[in-house]
């Protein structure tokens, strides 16, 4: 089905829309009652309707974009295309990582519109279960498989320089997603902004350090550079524990509207630090039952093993392709292994430290910007949050700053516990 125009849908649209997509309606099966259906609106991110629609014969998602940012209104538009970036990026990344992406049944462009496979119980965001002090003994393999093809594949290690213009080009398109990205994270925090808000008047003097640091503004400026012109891969762009979902088994990585052509230390550092989130929160999340201490103990491994994994496997594709179409080193050029190593070696050290600087960036947006984070979010006593955010702010300015100085990621697992 293809519309003539957008219009926002609620329960009772969205049936008569399904029952006029034969690609949505053949899943939940031909001789099923529409008022058997059962539909949910499950959005509760900052930006769009998500539907969860179950019948007697199958299930799927329905997710539409609205024009404007949801969680704050009508006065911050937002451009509705965004849509069909994600839905281009849910294909290409499922094409290259089909594990972990969940398969896509329909696009409407015009709606605004994707219907796409619905990740059933016990599947559950992965921000909830760390909030819940849950263990999955796969995710840092699973993550780290996502990241590194998704990167490489995407990247000129592997591709044509041709290719990966043309693939730069298809998602210029998505500049406004982009220029948010540019604002709440390289800018609001840094200066006074009416959407910023943190845990005040704990957190006062804290927030107004940041405005006031130099050093931190440099190093941002550069980070924002980075962001903006530097075209290395296809990037997710929004990659933190509340877009992934788990289960002991599964790792399923989703809502990638922010994908666009940029550093891949972007994508890596957003989920490792949102895992260095939730591990400064646990302190607020402890009792007299659960000290969380062993937990805290797994997420660490967890930030060392996904790094570490993630290494392995795209230096592995590296060597398996060094003699490919990739055009980044030309194999009559680099053509001694002593080279290659250099080459690989200053590679992947630069994006450990791009890493860690789009990571930081990311961590002080959530505790002194727009949006914040449920592991935090959810400890109820002002000040003991207020105390959690300190010590992670804290570890975000020194990352940020001084992260040309870390070679290993058992470097930063280390300054992670002495600041602890």
Known sequence: MGSKEFRPLDEKSLVEYIKATPSLSSILGNEFQFQDLQIKEVGDGNLNFVFIIVGPSGSFVIKQALPYIRCIGESWPMAKERAYFEAITLKEQGRLCPDHVPEVYHFDRTMCLIGMRYLAPPHIILRKGLIAGIEYPLLADHISEFMARTLFYSSLLYLTTTDHKSAVAKYCGNVELCRLTEQVVFSDPYKVSQYNRWTSPYLDSDAEAVREDNILK???????SKFCERAQALVHGDLHTGSVMVTDDSTQVIDPEFAFYGPMGFDIGAY????????????????????????????????????????????????????GSGEAYLPAIYNNPELQLLVKQKFMTDLL???????????IRRIVGVAHVEDFESIANAAKR????????NLAKILLKERRKFNSISEVVSTIQQLH
């Open 272 to 323: 490792l630090g949102n895992l260095i989130l939730s591990y400064y929160s646990q302190d607020g999340h402890a009792n007299e039952q659960n000290d969380r201490k062993t937990y805290k103990e797994w997420l660490l491994r967890s930030i060392t093993d996904t790094w570490n994994l993630f290494y392995k496997k795209f230096t592995v594709l590296w060597d398996e392709h060094k003699d």
């Open 386 to 393: 207020a105390d959690c955010e300190r010590r992670a702010l």
């Open 353 to 363: 430290q791009d890493t860690l600087g789009f990571g930081a960036a990311k961590m």
């Open 218 to 224: 440099l190093e941002v400026a550069e980070l924002k």
